[in-house]
């Protein structure tokens, strides 16, 4: 792996920020500060020069989807204009209740971003609170932060000799084929994506699939089954990680991903995949104890298993970053609770616990690393039911706090049985 250099991103005179409600004491290795306000929960990640910021927007209003739009981007203005640094706006995820206000909003996201477009992907899952819309913002800001953009919805991020590399919004060319044959193509329009910046395939560390009616029938199988046969086929022989993966693995090494439904029919990826040459720089993939590894499932869950990691973990100095995959309410590879949203939920809290614990990466090879549900930067929650919501929001409060940056929308989980999904990002400094 291995960075080049980046045009310098401006910055802009320091802000006094705004008094906010901010999360419980900060502990030892606590880097994540959160905020809230109405239609708006954030959080500041703080890793020596460089700031991250990740937002999650649910407008409070409910006009017209343009009145919506816009008051989620005030809101984002508002956070982004308190920094110290220049906030550069890098990835956006808009959920949408309503797919034919996609046109509508690209056209108003354009004139908003102008010539710094961020990575893009519009989903059709519709917002929990009834809302038209929600964002989830990603934006990075600091001196030594350089941003390209090599491609329409590919952008680049490099600071401290490393790059992240994101592409989004990457559908199927031809839309009436299989399954199969559209995640294949699919999975080809991303490595496209990556090969204009100059990134393979081997450098991916999350991706995101989302798939209409995904438990659906096509022919004798599952359409998710069909979704994990071409990721399978379309993996194979990928070596992930090549030189970077932690001295000591002798696992299995995929991509954190989430495999999640989404109304309609159709198909939409979106990832992100990291290049350097620094030599304290490495990647663990990492699994739950409770859990059996997902590309070891039985037949019975999918001809060919799903291929990818509980979660992924980059180890970066003295920081580690935990993308947490799609998570649910799984032990060893059987669901619990059936027909119990909120214990689902709870379950599913814990077994991300168990899988940020700095006794989980400490097991992994990675002493002095791991998180907490109070480290989580944000969290998505996937739910099968409208009804389950404020349920299932109940128990999201009371396990990780009321502060913490959350987007609740309505989607379809991989199994019939499964009734709640989650999935996060979680940032730590490592204890020596």
């Known amino acids: 792996m291995k960075s080049t250099n980046r045009k310098a991103a401006k910055t802009a005179a320091p802000r006094k920020p705004a008094a906010a ?13 959160r905020f809230s306000a109405p239609g708006v929960q954030y959080a500041v990640i703080e890793m020596g020069k460089v700031t991250r910021l990740a937002l999650m927007i649910t407008p409070t209003g409910r006009g017209p989807v343009h009145l919506q739009l816009g008051e989620a981007l005030r809101s984002l203005r508002t956070v982004l204009e308190k920094q110290a640094e220049k906030m550069n ?3 956006q995820t808009v959920f949408l209740k309503d797919l034919n206000d996609q046109t509508l909003c690209e056209q108003i996201l354009a004139a908003r971003y102008v010539d710094e477009p961020p990575v893009t992907t519009f989903v059709h899952q519709p917002p929990c609170s009834g809302a038209a819309l929600a964002i989830e913002v990603w934006a990075t800001g600091g001196k030594t932060v350089y941003v390209e953009r090599p491609a329409p919805n590919v952008l680049q991020v490099s600071m ?5 590399t994101h592409c989004g919004g990457i559908t199927p060319r031809n839309t009436t084929g299989s399954v199969y044959a559209q995640s294949l193509d699919a999975f080809q329009q991303m490595k496209q994506k990556l090969k204009k910046a100059g990134v393979e395939m081997d450098h991916l560390i999350r991706t995101w699939l989302y798939l209409g009616n995904i438990t659906g029938p096509e022919g004798d199988l599952e359409r998710y ?3 994990n046969r071409a990721r399978t086929d379309f993996y194979e022989g990928v070596k992930f990680g090549r ?6 693995v002798r696992q299995a090494v995929y991509p954190a991903s989430t495999g999640i439904g989404m109304c309609g029919s159709g198909i939409t990826m979106s990832a992100t995949a990291i290049d350097t040459d620094r030599k304290d720089v490495f990647i663990l993939p990492l699994e739950n104890p409770q859990q059996t590894p997902v590309y070891e499932y039985e037949a019975v869950y999918s001809p060919k298993s799903p291929k990818f990691v509980r979660a992924m973990a980059e180890a970066i100095g003295d920081y580690v970053v935990i993308w947490i995959s799609g998570t649910a309410s799984i032990v060893n590879s059987k669901t619990l609770h059936t027909g119990n949203p909120g214990k689902q939920a709870d379950q599913t809290l814990t077994n991300i616990e168990l899988l940020l614990s700095q006794k989980n990466l400490a097991r992994h090879g990675a002493p002095g690393a791991g998180a907490t549900l109070r480290d989580l930067a944000k969290l998505r929650v996937y739910v099968k039911r409208p009804q389950d919501y404020e349920i299932i929001r109940k128990v999201c409060e009371k396990r990780c706090g009321k502060d913490i940056p959350i987007i609740y929308v309505v989607a379809d989980v991989c199994r019939s049985d499964l009734l709640v999904e989650m999935e996060g ?3 730590a400094k490592r204890i020596r």
């Open 225 to 227: 089954m069909e979704l």
């Open 89 to 91: 706006v890098t990835v």
């Open 243 to 248: 030189g970077h993966v932690m001295a000591g």
């Open 21 to 33: 409600k901010t999360s419980a004491r900060k502990p030892s290795g606590r880097i994540v500060k």
């Open 425 to 427: 990002l979680a940032f």
């Open 160 to 164: 401290g000799n490393i790059t992240w």
